[in-house]
């Protein structure tokens, strides 16, 4: 079976500070991997995704996240927030046999002016 | 254009009513999913169709029907409305293929009073 751990529930941080966004996730095949944000009353929209080649991905607003498969982890980093990426984001897996999508169950980062 | 449409976005209907979903998707994609977000934002797959059969069907009460009378169109039917059925419901598509990323609506905000 899979799963995906965030561990942090909520995350305030500064404006123009760093953040990371922590996940991990457990899975006994391959897997490809997907960062999401929601922004208060609205679906779902990619941030970024690995699925192979180079462990380092570069996504929109300039987020970016790199898959470690030896500690099974694909974190989510931004060297320096702004007030609109005050969001709710979902990290998720999708294996190589599977159908569906299984999501952590979100980290809502909020940026502090 | 809007990639996955769902109507109607807010809902609120009294208990023990007979409401609808519809969902529809113009990007040509041959899989699409019913997603029930939570109070704590947790995100739960419901059903997932692929050229419009039913692949996944998770553990839901049976008073959740799914309908997909085209690839492009999922649909979701609810009997006899409980409080607890109050959620917010994603509907999702994607091209089937395990390597791609799901694509969201922007949710459906049902309250049972």
């Known amino acids: 079976a899979q799963s995906v751990t965030q561990l942090d529930s909520q995350v305030p941080v500064f404006e123009e500070a760093p953040v990371e966004l922590r996940c991990n996730y457990s899975?006994?095949?391959?897997?490809?991997l997907f960062w999401y944000v929601q922004y208060p009353n609205q679906g779902l929209q990619l941030l970024l995704k690995?699925?192979?080649?180079?462990?380092l991905v570069k996504g929109i607003n300039g987020f970016e996240a790199e898959f470690n498969k030896s500690q099974t982890s694909f974190h989510l980093r931004k060297p320096s927030v702004h007030i609109s990426d005050t969001a709710e984001y979902f990290c998720a897996v999708r294996t190589n046999t599977g159908n569906q999508f299984y999501f952590g169950t979100g980290t809502s980062l909020t940026v502090i002016p | 254009d809007t990639a996955v449409s769902q109507t109607p976005k807010y809902l609120v209907t009294q208990m023990g009513n007979d409401k609808s979903i519809k969902c529809e998707q113009n990007l040509g994609h041959d899989t699409m999913y019913w997603y029930k977000q939570d109070s704590k934002k947790f995100l739960k797959i419901m059903f997932s169709y692929n050229n419009k059969e039913l692949i996944i069907n998770e553990t839901v009460p049976n008073r959740f029907s799914p309908k997909s009378p085209d690839k492009a169109h999922l649909n979701l039917h609810i009997n006899s409305l409980e409080l607890g059925d109050s959620a917010v419901y994603f509907c999702?598509?994607?091209?089937?293929?395990?390597?791609?990323?799901?694509?969201f609506g922007q949710g459906t905000r049902l309250t049972v009073v």
């Open positions: 899975s006994s095949v391959s897997v490809y």
């Open positions: 999702a598509s994607n091209r089937g293929q395990v390597n791609t990323e799901a694509f």
């Open positions: 690995y699925l192979s080649g180079s462990t």
